[in-house]
């Protein structure tokens, strides 16, 4: 069985600061992929990024960053000089070869002005 | 722009009504799904249909009643609803279903509140 847990409940920051979300997953499968999904109050999912299970190269793109650690079974999303428009709960998801995707409980991500 | 629409955003019904949530994709992929989401919770999975054909039924009430009219559409049939079934209903289309490498694009979800 699959599992994703995102310890976070809820994050809080000024603007221009730097935020972290953690997600750790759980799955015996050697082959995998791993996603962020952004929803913001409008309810719409958004996809970020997915990385396979054998490309641990971290990944930038814009403000938007992800490390990927293997040894740790940790995806972390880090956003950079965070903005009111970031404000959402962001989702970590991880799929297998013939299973649904799994969701974390997500993290909700307030960037206050 | 999302590539998935859905219709209507919002829907208020009472539990004896009978309404349909509808879902229109336009990026060609195979396979859709139709999601419930409860408030400050993860997604849940209700159905998968694969080439038109339901391939996933989690368990759902017969109260919701999924149909896919063709590879690009898919609706929700709602009757007899209980207050409980007040949630954001989410569909998402992907290419490939079971295959690992599989990423599914949602769309902008029914708000469906049951009086």
């Known amino acids: 069985a699959q599992k994703v847990t995102q310890a976070q409940t809820e994050i809080s920051v000024v603007e221009k600061e730097d935020v972290t979300l953690d997600c750790v997953y759980e799955?015996?499968?050697?082959?995998?992929?791993l996603f962020w999904y952004k929803q913001p109050p409008s309810g719409e999912l958004v996809f970020l990024i997915r990385?396979?299970?054998?490309?641990?190269q971290n990944e930038i793109s814009g403000r938007y960053s992800w490390n990927f650690q293997k040894s740790t079974s940790s995806f972390n999303f880090t956003i950079t000089a965070s903005q009111v428009v970031d404000s959402a709960v962001y989702f970590c998801?991880?799929?297998?070869?013939?299973?649904?995707?799994?969701f974390g409980e997500g993290t909700q991500l307030t960037v206050n002005p | 722009d999302t590539e998935v629409t859905q219709t209507p955003k919002h829907l208020v019904m009472g539990m004896t009504n009978k309404k349909s949530l509808k879902c229109e994709q336009h990026?060609?992929?195979?396979?859709m799904y139709w999601y419930k989401q409860k408030a400050k919770k993860p997604p849940e999975l209700m159905f998968v249909?694969?080439?038109?054909?339901?391939?996933i039924n989690e368990s759902v009430p017969s109260r919701f009643s999924p149909e896919c009219p063709n590879s690009s559409l898919l609706n929700l049939h709602l009757h007899a609803l209980q207050p409980e079934d007040s949630a954001l209903y989410l569909c998402?289309?992907?290419?490939?279903?079971?295959?690992?490498?599989?990423?599914?694009?949602f769309g902008p979800g029914t708000r469906l509140t049951v009086l």
């Open positions: 249909y694969s080439y038109e054909k339901l391939s």
């Open positions: 990385r396979n299970s054998f490309d641990e």
């Open positions: 998801a991880l799929k297998v070869s013939g299973s649904r995707l799994t």
């Open positions: 799955t015996r499968d050697t082959t995998y992929y």
């Open positions: 990026m060609g992929h195979r396979a």
């Open positions: 998402a289309s992907s290419d490939r279903d079971r295959d690992v490498t599989d990423t599914q694009y």
